[in-house]
């Protein structure tokens, strides 16, 4: 267990970078606690895979350094940086037995007989696979084959930090929900570091303590899910997260209403002149259907997903989302909708504005 | 996944079967036919039965000559196999060398066997060759036309030169074909540079070297040409090989009918061994799911 | 324009994959087929275009006997997980490819192309090559392909699973519209009940090869008719409780009791499996009537507006799913409300007695 701190840390994947661009990943500082379960979030090519191999230890930094508990590991090898990681398609030893392949890296340490096999029985108890332990790895299930992924990396017990990359990629849809499930009661129950890196916003929010959220290779937003929902810090997370995505709005902001075409919108806050382009931004579980105030829109579909129903409509011009209750039902006098002002956030050229307090 | 049934296909085989009808199955057939009857001259035949064949399993040449043949079969696959994957573990995966190293390993695999056979033949001569001339300089007593051990290492270091780079190219096509994500995380488990080749390497490249394994063994056990070039079978018969005993006997002495009941015993011989290896392979395969 | 499968099943080497099933698709519908992996998708699908033939059974397309056509006759256009492109073409080949094979003019197929291409927003991508392209625009290429040959039939076998979330979502909006544009039969097929949702139309609920249910999305999801429908078409999975029923009381146990009301009213006394969606379980507020249940918290998952409660009820594994953000002490006592409105009522062979009463009423 340790806390990871990236110092200056950057990394550009040809010899002499330029400019911004030319980095995969652009500076960062954080400092990411001990034993806490993190999520690294983003599209494809956003630069979380590059952080992790760089933490890893598979990839060493062009710029910067990185620190395990205040000591300097940027040029230590993957080995002695005491990490396991996780890959994206099982990865185990197919000649070995699931016992012989859990207890590898522990023998390959030189380790006595005896606690080797003391750990790997409770390993295998902790991933469920104590029936299993006689197999021969090669002809289980995938997901079988990632919880020995898993256990091979948590037998030591020194180990500084479990890293996952995308490791529910293969496995069944209803599979994933018990592994999931797994990965979280192990984290309850041992504590070790964990980072998970993946583009699955429900993997990612409720796997983690904290959703470190990332753009064309930099941190846009570190937070627990609650505020990455409730007070996205870029217009990116409010798309990112939530399905659907944050409403995305043009308005004109005087002092705590927002101006949309004519139309005005309550602010929790009041704001000064602002410079740039301005929107608002709001969730479409915060916005609602209304036959008589707000703002004018034109419903164009309505779809039912069982446990809530999802409007898409048409405000002045632009794309807006609501969702609704199960059990509401969308009338054609619905022309207008409201937004719950306790939830509108401010946008200036994509980063969040606090305002103050009226 | 089921194809739809298409008869037509079989019209697309049919210039095919007539082909090999006429170069391998008949003159197979003619062989069979031999095997079984004995001549007193001037084309007239009459049947034997298996007297042939009777007469090859108690021939000692014969024997020795496939003694000889394992052993050489033997050899050749201890040495080739293990040394075409070292190579192929040290050749580089990426870059500009690939190409390079790529080229180079394929070159002996190109040159006509005969040619392969008249290279070291001239290469091990004591008077002009090369090598024959700097081994008698540093004083070692190298004559492979009067020495059977001579000719047996280099009828053995000339087929290494010629074919290890076979096993090295099938080696390397499995080792590519290994992710990445294998090799790190071998490097996570800190697994020393022996247990990844054992547990990660070589069973990935299992498929791969059966391959090889068999198309060696199969080659080696038909050698003619280059031996034949260099050593003419000789000294003696130390260095004859099973394919060159049975065109002695049947060219040299025109003794066909103990040739072609040897023929056909030979043909036997690997087919069964390669059907074993097959199903071998097959097995393996099964068990990997 | 009908697609109409008769008897048709498929049994490969002594294995059933598809069991003795009668469909009929119209024109103009989106026709979604559920299930898990394995459960028969990609078979009907292929017997659906052609590539396989049917073990027993015909099938008729537009009232003629299509069984035994190879699929280059017939009008159909299939479109893969696999982001299936021709990698040395340029996108505009690729799309204009299937209208080539059609022998049509040159002005022909580059209106329709550019028609394609504008509905997938890949106008101005013509020039590239598929790998050059994202995986979202190689698989929009793909999808501009099968729309452009104005096939009857199009069949997306899970065209999205292979994409990033986000992607997945946005592409999914799309879909509908393409759909409402062509006119042909869709079928697509999935394995996350939230897509069937999604996309409308008409669901077949399929499970080991057998179609348990066959009809409009909302009604297949509200109104299943077996427990294994149930099953499939939820996620997370349904929660299921042994109850029986006695006079006018159902008895859940845990000393709780509902009142038989409306559709339970009916039935015999005795044993039934109960089901409940776990969007229905409520730990904050509940309505009159609600049953309280005891059950243990094993784990909480937080999706940011909702939290997944996994509970341990009498050794029973059940998933809830409730509003807000809760961050509750894990193994802890945790009491639970259910409406009766909400359960469905399944007999002991799995088949559906009485449905929720709230879906009666949507």
Redesign the interface.
Known sequence: MAKITLDNLAHSYLPSPKGEDDFALKELNHDWADGEAYALLG??GCGKSTLLNII?G?LHPSQGRILFDDVDVTHA???DRN???V???P?V????TVRDNLA??LK??GARPQYIADRVQQIAQMIGMEAELGKRA??LTADAKQKI?LG??MVREDVNALLFDEPLTVI???MK?EL??QL??LH?EFGHTMIYVT????EA???ADKVVVMYDGRVVQIG???E??ERPEHTFVG???????MNVIPAAIDGQMANIHGATVALPQAYDALDGKVEIGV?P?FVTLTEGEGLPVKVR?V?????HK?V?ADLFGSEINIVAG??TSISPDMTRVTFDPAHVNVYVNDWRRAGKAA | MEKTVNQKAWFLVLPVLVLVAFSAVIPLMTVVNYSVQDTFGNNQFFWTGLEWFEEMLRDDRMWDALGRQLMFSGIILLIQIPLGVFIALNMPKSGFWVSFCLVVMSLPLLIPWNVVGTIWQIFGRVDIGLLGHTLAAIGVDYNYTSDPFAAWVTIIVMDVWHWTSLVALLAYAGLKSIPDAYYQAAKIDQASRWAVFRYIELPKMMGVLMIAILLRFMDSFMIYTEPFVVTGGGPGSTTTMLSIDLVKMALGQFDLGPAAAFSIMYFLTILLISWVFYTVMTNLEKREG | MTLELRNVSKVVGGQTHIFPTDLTLNKGTMNVLLGPTLSGKTSFMRLMAGLDKPTTGQIFWQGQDVTGMRVQDRQVAMVYQQFINYPTMTVYDNIASPMRLLGKSRAEIDASVRKAADLMQLSPLLDRKPLELSGGQQQRCALARALVKDAGLVLLDEPLANLDYKLREELRVEIPKIFEEAGSIFVYATTEPEEALLLGGSTAALFEGRVTQFGPTPTVYRQPVDATTARVFSDPPMNFLRVSKTGSKIMFGDGQSAPAMGPMEGLADGRYLAGFRPNHVEITSHANGAMAFDTKLVVTELTGSETFVHLDHHGERWVGLVHGVHDLELGAALKVYLDPRHVYIFGEGGELVAPASYALAA
């Not at chain 1, 030893?93 to 070995?96: E, G, H, L, Q, R």
């Not at chain 1, 583009?199 to 429900?202: E, F, G, K, L, N």
């Not at chain 1, 798309?239 to 995505?245: D, E, L, M």
């Not at chain 1, 779809?303 to 446990?307: H, I, K, S, Y």
Request: proline fraction near 6%.
């Open positions: 599209a494809s890893s598979l090898s993957t080995a990490i396991a990681q890959f994206q398609f990865v030893y197919d000649t070995m590898f890296p390959n340490r090669r002809g992924s091979r990396g069944d849809p209803h929900w999931r499930t979280k009661s309850h583009h699955d916003q429900t929010l409720t796997f627990t899910p609650q990455l929902f798309y990112f997260i939530g399905s659907p995505g969730r579980e579909r779809e039912d997903v069982g446990r999802i898409r199960e059990d």
